[in-house]
């Protein structure tokens, strides 16, 4: 009876098998923002077995032109997204079982929720959970698929333990200064895009069509039409701590995660970057300006309006974030000015 | 001569897709440091290098009529 699902079976790589592989697979999505909303649509239409869905933040109206599950009223309640998410899927399709996590991805909550699950979709916004992503993927073997977007920029990589090199290898380290959505600005067909190339490799993964996965680093522009492949083979790198002969996961270890402080008595809360190194303080400046920040500084610090907060930038990295008392709103403030 | 493109951002910052330049013999390295003195607002530090659409180490040396690409990764989502 169940013709949901007879377009996808038509389609020759996923048949019926296919179908029941997916009805059969736990995909645990982290982020419910742009690429979360996307990515969880399409995988709940497709029919997975399970979805769980992690956020720490709650809908805004300045979501709506992009996160495409939330509503007005979702904002006018201050709805946690991965509540309004799981609202909304299972409206969608009830045969999906929506589990809602509102939390922030740490390591520890990582550990916990990767029990029984076949695949990671990365749909955050900042380096540190997704290096702690890549960490837990490689400890437990399960795949994950890097997506990220800004402007009209965006980009995708599927990276499966034992096969392919992981982002650690990529990357070497966080990058402080990664643009993020709120420092660039972001128009909704980039999300798509970047969705469109995580969740295709996430159907490949999940019917098991192993040689259909994509094994280069897809990057495209869709305002300057501009569409790269990188083949990554050669970034695999043995001395990776993340996927190296002699691994030792460091983005799980606490000690690398951003340090946070509750500055007694101040309003204030400091933020620490994982790794010490100087920021360009003028360059950051001037982006932000561009971008309509209030911004002024002198050669040490710059000082950044945003609403009630202001963010005052250190060059090595650190913050201090005036107005609230708040670890986790903080966090937020420093990850979306500085990646 | 080499054929460098730049992705997202750092397409603003040179006001153009791509760029005419000899790196042939430099590293990746020596030539992100040539740049970073060219454009005062540019920081290459890490950006993503691929040489003939293939990821490329800051140890790694351009060759004549090598294709380079910078490719900021971005952390929005």
Redesign the interface.
Same mark, same amino acid.
């Given at each position: 009876m169940d013709d949901r699902y007879s377009r996808q079976a038509l389609f020759p790589p996923i048949g019926k098998e296919g179908l029941e592989k997916i009805r059969a697979k736990h995909v645990l999505m982290i982020?419910a923002?742009?690429?979360?909303s996307g990515n969880a649509e399409i995988l709940t239409r497709a029919g997975i077995g399970r979805l769980t869905i992690v956020d720490r933040d709650y809908v805004e109206a300045s979501n709506l032109q992009r996160q495409q599950l939330y509503s007005e009223k979702d904002v006018e309640e201050k709805l946690p997204k991965a509540a309004a998410a799981a609202k909304r899927l299972r409206m969608i399709n009830s045969q999906v079982e929506i589990q809602p996590v509102i939390t922030d991805a740490t390591p520890e909550r990582l550990e916990e929720l990767i029990a029984g699950v076949d695949l990671i979709i990365?749909?955050?916004?900042? +380096?540190e959970t997704?290096m702690a992503i890549n960490d837990i993927s490689q400890k437990h073997q399960i795949p994950w698929i890097y997506?990220? =977007?800004?402007?009209s +920029?965006?980009?995708s990589l599927t990276i499966i333990p034992g096969k392919t090199?992981c982002l650690n290898c990529?990357?070497k380290?966080i990058?402080?200064?990664?643009?993020? =959505?709120?420092t660039?600005g972001?128009i909704a067909p980039a999300v798509q895009m970047?969705v469109s190339h995580q969740s295709a490799e996430a159907l490949k993964i999940l019917v098991e069509d192993w040689e259909a996965i994509r094994t280069?680093?897809v990057?495209f522009?869709l305002w300057?039409n501009?569409y790269?492949?990188?083949?990554?083979?050669?970034?695999k790198d043995e001395g990776c701590l993340s996927c190296g002969n002699e691994r030792t996961y460091p983005y799980l270890d606490s000690e690398n995660m951003v340090k946070s402080t509750v500055l007694c008595g101040r309003d204030t809360v400091q933020i620490r970057p994982p790794k010490q190194?100087e920021i360009?303080l003028?360059?950051l400046a001037?982006?932000l300006k561009t971008l309509g920040y209030k911004v002024s500084g002198n050669p040490y610090l710059i000082s950044v309006e945003i609403e009630e907060q202001r963010l005052v930038i250190f060059s090595d990295g650190r913050a201090l974030i005036h107005g609230t008392k708040d670890v986790t709103q903080a966090k937020t403030i420093y990850?979306r000015l500085l990646? | 001569m080499n054929k460098i493109?730049f992705?997202?951002?750092l397409?603003d910052v040179v006001g153009e897709?791509s760029l005419s330049f000899d790196a042939a013999g430099k590293t990746v390295a020596q030539l992100k440091g040539l740049l970073t003195k060219k454009y005062d607002?540019m920081?290459l530090?890490?950006v993503?290098t691929?040489i003939n659409?293939?990821?490329?180490?800051d140890e790694d040396v351009v060759q004549e009529g090598d294709l380079i690409?910078f490719? /900021? /990764?971005?952390?929005?989502?």
């Amino acid at each position: 009876m169940d013709d949901r699902y007879s377009r996808q079976a038509l389609f020759p790589p996923i048949g019926k098998e296919g179908l029941e592989k997916i009805r059969a697979k736990h995909v645990l999505m982290i982020g419910a923002g742009a690429l979360g909303s996307g990515n969880a649509e399409i995988l709940t239409r497709a029919g997975i077995g399970r979805l769980t869905i992690v956020d720490r933040d709650y809908v805004e109206a300045s979501n709506l032109q992009r996160q495409q599950l939330y509503s007005e009223k979702d904002v006018e309640e201050k709805l946690p997204k991965a509540a309004a998410a799981a609202k909304r899927l299972r409206m969608i399709n009830s045969q999906v079982e929506i589990q809602p996590v509102i939390t922030d991805a740490t390591p520890e909550r990582l550990e916990e929720l990767i029990a029984g699950v076949d695949l990671i979709i990365d749909a955050t916004d900042n +380096f540190e959970t997704r290096m702690a992503i890549n960490d837990i993927s490689q400890k437990h073997q399960i795949p994950w698929i890097y997506g990220a =977007c800004v402007g009209s +920029f965006g980009m995708s990589l599927t990276i499966i333990p034992g096969k392919t090199p992981c982002l650690n290898c990529l990357l070497k380290k966080i990058p402080i200064q990664g643009m993020t =959505c709120d420092t660039g600005g972001i128009i909704a067909p980039a999300v798509q895009m970047a969705v469109s190339h995580q969740s295709a490799e996430a159907l490949k993964i999940l019917v098991e069509d192993w040689e259909a996965i994509r094994t280069t680093l897809v990057s495209f522009d869709l305002w300057r039409n501009q569409y790269t492949s990188m083949k990554i083979t050669k970034a695999k790198d043995e001395g990776c701590l993340s996927c190296g002969n002699e691994r030792t996961y460091p983005y799980l270890d606490s000690e690398n995660m951003v340090k946070s402080t509750v500055l007694c008595g101040r309003d204030t809360v400091q933020i620490r970057p994982p790794k010490q190194g100087e920021i360009q303080l003028s360059e950051l400046a001037a982006q932000l300006k561009t971008l309509g920040y209030k911004v002024s500084g002198n050669p040490y610090l710059i000082s950044v309006e945003i609403e009630e907060q202001r963010l005052v930038i250190f060059s090595d990295g650190r913050a201090l974030i005036h107005g609230t008392k708040d670890v986790t709103q903080a966090k937020t403030i420093y990850q979306r000015l500085l990646g | 001569m080499n054929k460098i493109l730049f992705f997202a951002h750092l397409r603003d910052v040179v006001g153009e897709e791509s760029l005419s330049f000899d790196a042939a013999g430099k590293t990746v390295a020596q030539l992100k440091g040539l740049l970073t003195k060219k454009y005062d607002s540019m920081n290459l530090d890490h950006v993503m290098t691929a040489i003939n659409e293939e990821f490329a180490s800051d140890e790694d040396v351009v060759q004549e009529g090598d294709l380079i690409a910078f490719i /900021p /990764p971005v952390s929005g989502g």
